[in-house]
């Protein structure tokens, strides 16, 4: 699969996954993926370790 790791900027010094930024950051690229036709899926909604920079685009 193809996937891209990204941040929220200024990048956090500690990963916290309560951290308002992440949560922001996957509602927005969700957005804009599925206005161009796409849909991702979010490392931070994985049920085992999540993986806040990780964005997959499913097939």
Do not use: V
Not at 29 to 38: P, T, V, Y
Not at 40 to 46: E, Q
Request: hydrophobic share 35%; aromatic share 14%; glycine share 6%.
């Amino acid at each position: 699969s193809q996937a891209i790791d990204i941040c929220p900027y200024p990048i956090p010094k500690n990963w916290d996954t309560n951290d308002r930024r992440w949560q922001e950051m996957a509602l927005n690229a969700m957005w804009c993926a599925g206005k161009l036709g796409f849909e991702i899926t979010w490392g931070g909604s994985f049920k085992s370790l999540k993986d806040l920079p990780h964005f997959q685009l499913e097939e």
